[in-house]
């Protein structure tokens, strides 16, 4: 049994994402972005009130890029093992979702899901997206020559495409003609469209785009 503990539009779309393109059977138990996970049930999984939370194997991967290394080594896709040639890349871009997700998160914060309008930092608003755009440009020269971030599609890209998903909220990509058209590429795959918010679902973002707050 596999089963995802998500919600939407949260760094665990990465891992729904993920399962889509394995062409696993699994089960998705979906949360609103509340104290839903907090209940003592869902703390028994995950004892951070966090998601993702993966089961699998009988065990609980607690942290996306795990998860999605994890899969890709359980299932001999969408990854790289120790001694391919770009097998340090590989996980070196895998991570990098990280260092995107963390400024989407500090802009989510500020402007959905914490701050109260008058509490809201007007500096974070703008620094935020700043700090975004430079993992853009770092984005647009890995791309250069390239479709995807290895050069064929792997799970680094789905990581990196959740991120840029959340980012793209605040900190616009179409001035980079590269990673526009990367993110374009990865948004058309029919696994990306399944891990998308169905009807009815709750979302994470009731905007397309959070701008900059004055101040």
């Given at each position: 049994?596999?089963?995802?503990?998500?919600?939407?539009?949260?760094?665990?779309?990465?891992?729904?994402?993920?399962?889509?393109?394995?062409?696993?059977?699994?089960?998705?138990?979906?949360?609103?972005?509340?104290?839903?996970?907090?209940?003592?049930?869902?703390?028994?999984?995950?004892?951070?009130?966090?998601?993702?939370?993966?089961?699998?194997?009988?065990?609980?991967?607690?942290?996306?890029?795990?998860?999605?290394?994890?899969?890709?080594?359980?299932?001999?896709?969408?990854?790289?093992?120790?001694?391919?040639?770009?097998?340090?890349?590989?996980?070196?871009?895998?991570?990098?979702?990280?260092?995107?997700?963390?400024?989407?998160?500090?802009?989510?914060?500020?402007?959905?899901?914490?701050?109260?309008?008058?509490?809201?930092?007007?500096?974070?608003?703008?620094?935020?997206?700043?700090?975004?755009?430079?993992?853009?440009?770092?984005?647009?020269?890995?791309?250069?020559?390239?479709?995807?971030l290895l050069g064929d599609f792997?799970?680094?890209?789905?990581?990196?495409?959740?991120?840029?998903?959340?980012?793209?909220?605040?900190?616009?990509?179409?001035?980079?003609?590269?990673?526009?058209?990367?993110?374009?590429?990865?948004?058309?795959?029919?696994?990306?469209?399944?891990?998308?918010?169905?009807?009815?679902?709750?979302?994470?973002?009731?905007?397309?785009?959070?701008?900059?707050?004055?101040?």
């Amino acid at each position: 049994m596999i089963r995802l503990h998500h919600v939407p539009e949260s760094r665990s779309m990465r891992v729904l994402w993920m399962l889509h393109e394995s062409g696993l059977e699994f089960e998705v138990k979906t949360y609103p972005f509340d104290k839903s996970l907090r209940d003592p049930a869902y703390l028994a999984v995950h004892p951070a009130g966090r998601v993702p939370a993966l089961e699998i194997d009988g065990i609980v991967l607690f942290e996306s890029g795990a998860a999605l290394e994890y899969l890709a080594a359980r299932h001999g896709r969408l990854g790289r093992v120790q001694g391919d040639a770009d097998f340090a890349e590989w996980l070196n871009w895998l991570h990098f979702a990280e260092t995107i997700s963390q400024h989407a998160a500090a802009l989510t914060q500020q402007h959905v899901v914490i701050y109260p309008a008058e509490k809201r930092s007007a500096l974070i608003t703008k620094l935020e997206p700043m700090r975004l755009a430079k993992t853009y440009q770092a984005l647009e020269q890995r791309l250069t020559g390239r479709e995807y971030l290895l050069g064929d599609f792997s799970a680094a890209d789905i990581g990196v495409g959740q991120a840029l998903y959340m980012a793209k909220h605040f900190a616009v990509l179409a001035p980079f003609k590269r990673l526009n058209g990367y993110f374009l590429r990865l948004s058309e795959r029919a696994a990306f469209q399944k891990s998308l918010p169905h009807d009815g679902q709750s979302r994470l973002y009731d905007a397309e785009f959070y701008e900059a707050l004055d101040g």
